[in-house]
Each structure stands twice: as structure tokens, then as C-alpha cells.
């Protein structure tokens, strides 16, 4: 019988059943895709991670990152949460301050800073691949269908757009608290008009209308093509979103160039989540896309299973 140990965290949080649940599997080497897939889907949390050892010596580990459908080049919540759980439960040595690791995933190479302070984990960053952005998305009133709103309660003002930095994400700007808490997601329109659009599929609504003073934005994020009907706090889409708030002028202009910004998200859930965003343009040009935030603990487990693997 295998045994595979995980451990349980909530990311993007201080409190434990907040922010976004994750699974980190300790040893990830020598299992099969087709495993971990089964695996994440088992678990059925938006994300799931194992730890494997990295290709290049000089790096901490290599991640691979499952939702309940598909496996992932790069997503926030899972590198957020691992490099939490291997420095709260030191399988990799820290000191105080702040640690530079070298995270391997899909997409490549991704720096981690994990902070430490007093002798705890404070707080975990990572920097993103820097943004793409996509077509702009003409058809406004079938974006307003597919989250049950009228058109008029989107943002004249913004573009819908695909942004990337590793995965693809359209924002939906929406102009209202309200409205964003009454989006009802139709999975028919989806279905039948986004399921099978390749920068279109997974859809992140926001309204500069937040529940905190702090926050600059609060936010919703769809992708029923991941297997999650909805996600409480959305790392990978967290740096393309602070750049479409950046390059449109969302948040105001900083002449040094260093924007700082606050998502809240997961209210609508249950699980509220805060993901700070850090930005830095020069010009037209941007330089760094950094995300961060803390976890928490949650529990251990153990799966069996079996010879298949």
C-alpha cells in the first residue's frame, strides 16, 4: 500500500477557514501525471500541489500544480501556500528576514521571497512572468449574459481584455458592489460561448467598490474549464489583474513607477482572501509582477493509494 502524505492550508489568509484551500503533497517524485490528476480530483479543492525535486540543484523544488481537471503551467494560491508550508514545517531551512528560493513550475523558473519574522513566517511573494495582454473582448452584452447582469452595470469606461502572465484570464470590469455580489454564472452561455475560446475561458469580474478601505479592488473569478465553478482567491489571475489596473489607469499614476494594490476576493464564498499586488512600470514597460500574502495551517493527512501508482 503507498501511503502519500499531504498537508492542508488556507491561502491568502490569517484566519483558518478563510482564503483558498490547498493540498500540498510532501513527495510528488514518481508519480504519473495521470495520478496526480486523479489525485486533485479526489481531493476536489480548486488546486492541488506536489513537491518534487527540482531539475537544476541549485533550486529549492519543482511543483507541479493540478486543478480538479487539468494541470497547470503556473498558479498563485498553490506556489503562495507551498512555499508556506515547506518553510512553517522547515523542510527547507530559513533564516530571518527574507529568503530568496527558486521555484521550478511549467512555466519556468519563479522566484519566491518568504519572509520570516520573530521566528514565524510572515509573509510569502512571488514574482510572475511579466503580462500579456490579449484581443479585447467587442461583445459586451454577452459578457453581461454570462454573468446575469445587464449590460449597463459593466464599466463603459474599461475594455474587457485577456491578460496573462502564465495563464489567460478576461476581465470583466463591473461598476458596482451590487451588481458584482448579484453575478448569478450561467454555465449555459458559458458553454456555449467561452467553453471553447482559448483566452476566453476562465472569466475574472472586479469593481474598484470594495468591502475594506484597504483593498483597491474587490473581485470574483470564474473557470468552469478548471473544474472550479468559483475560486475565493486567484493568485495567478492576481498580477494580471494589477496590470490591467495599471496599464488603464484604474489605480492612480506613481512617478516612481511602484504600485502597490489589494485585492479582496471570496466574500461572495464565505472564504475572504486578500492578495497584495506589486507592480513596477517604467514607462510604457513593466519590470515586476510580484503577489503575496500568508496562510495558515489547517491539518495533515494521509491518502492511500494502492499499486496504480
Known amino acids: 500500500m503507498n501511503v502519500l502524505r499531504y498537508s492542508l492550508f488556507d491561502v491568502f489568509t490569517k484566519q483558518p477557514f478563510g482564503g483558498n484551500q490547498l493540498a500540498v503533497f510532501h513527495e510528488g517524485d514518481g508519480l504519473s501525471a495521470e495520478t496526480m490528476q486523479k489525485i486533485a480530483r479526489e481531493l476536489n479543492l480548486s488546486e492541488t500541489v506536489f513537491l518534487c525535486a527540482p531539475h537544476h540543484p541549485k533550486n ?3 511543483l507541479r500544480i493540478f486543478t480538479p481537471q487539468m494541470e497547470l503551467p503556473m498558479a498563485g494560491h498553490p506556489t503562495i501556500g507551498a512555499a508556506f508550508m515547506m518553510a512553517d514545517q522547515e523542510l527547507i531551512p530559513t533564516d530571518e528576514g527574507q529568503n530568496d528560493w527558486i521555484l521550478e513550475e511549467t512555466v519556468g523558473d519563479i522566484p519566491v521571497m518568504v519572509h520570516k519574522k520573530d521566528g514565524r513566517i510572515a509573509r510569502v511573494e512571488m514574482k510572475q512572468p511579466l503580462p500579456t495582454f490579449g484581443e479585447v473582448f467587442p461583445e459586451r452584452q454577452l459578457a453581461a449574459d454570462l454573468l446575469s447582469l445587464a449590460a449597463e452595470e459593466l464599466d463603459p469606461g474599461l475594455p474587457l481584455q485577456t491578460v496573462s502572465t502564465g495563464v489567460p484570464f478576461l476581465f470583466v470590469p463591473v461598476k458596482s ?90 466574500m461572495e464564498m464565505g472564504r475572504p482572501s486578500f492578495i497584495e499586488i506589486a507592480i513596477r512600470k517604467n514607462g510604457t514597460e513593466f519590470q515586476e509582477i510580484k503577489i503575496g500574502g500568508t496562510s495558515v495551517a489547517v491539518g495533515n493527512g494521509e491518502l492511500y493509494v494502492g499499486d496504480f501508482v
Open 177 to 266: 458592489l451590487a451588481s458584482i455580489r448579484n453575478i448569478n454564472f450561467r454555465s449555459d452561455v458559458w458553454e456555449k460561448h467561452f467553453s471553447l475560446h482559448p483566452n476566453a475561458q476562465h472569466i475574472f469580474a472586479f469593481t474598484t467598490e470594495t468591502e475594506e478601505m484597504d483593498s483597491t479592488v474587490h473581485s470574483r473569478m470564474f473557470a468552469p474549464a478548471m473544474g472550479i465553478p468559483e475560486d475565493p482567491a486567484t493568485g495567478a489571475a492576481s498580477g494580471p489583474l494589477g496590470a490591467y489596473l495599471v496599464e488603464h489607469g484604474v489605480v492612480p499614476f506613481e512617478e516612481s513607477g511602484n504600485y502597490a494594490i489589494r485585492s479582496e476576493q471570496g
Open 60 to 62: 529549492q523544488k519543482s
